[in-house]
Nanobody
Framework: QVQLVESGGGLVRPGGSLRLSCAASMSISSVYTMGWYRQAPGKRREMVASITSGHWPSYITSVKGRFTISRDDAKNTVDLQMNNLKSEDTGLYYC????????????WGQGTQVTVSS
């Protein structure tokens, strides 16, 4: 069974840092765009950052300069380094794998909670 498992969430003060990790049970190399999404209470899920199989990253405007997405295809992992966290970054963060070629396939992890509060 293909799985995405997130880790690294927690409670942090404004201005602090967290690093989220996602481990995939399948090979992600050359196949998947990997992404991190988040959903705050009462809001729609939004894409925070993504990185293609060619290692091209993209970010939503609100996290540019603060978050960095990276992937290690040898380990089948994707990380999200989050610095200078703000209260508006609070939410449930999900890992996503979107297949770039071949049959359509879109996978989600179970989510990890990030809470930014003083």
């Amino acid at each position: 069974q293909v799985q995405l498992v997130e880790s690294g969430g927690g409670l942090v003060r404004p201005g602090g840092s967290l690093r989220l990790s996602c481990a995939a049970s399948m090979s992600i190399s050359s196949v998947y765009t990997m992404g991190w999404y988040r959903q705050a209470p009462g809001k729609r899920r939004e894409m925070v950052a993504s990185i293609t199989s060619g290692h091209w990253p993209s970010y939503i405007t609100s996290v540019k300069g603060r978050f960095t997405i990276s992937r290690d295809d040898a380990k089948n992992t994707v990380d999200l380094q989050m610095n200078n966290l703000k209260s508006e970054d609070t939410g449930l963060y999900y890992c996503n794998a979107d297949r770039e070629v071949g049959p359509q396939e879109n996978l989600w992890g179970q989510g990890t909670q990030v809470t930014v509060s003083s």
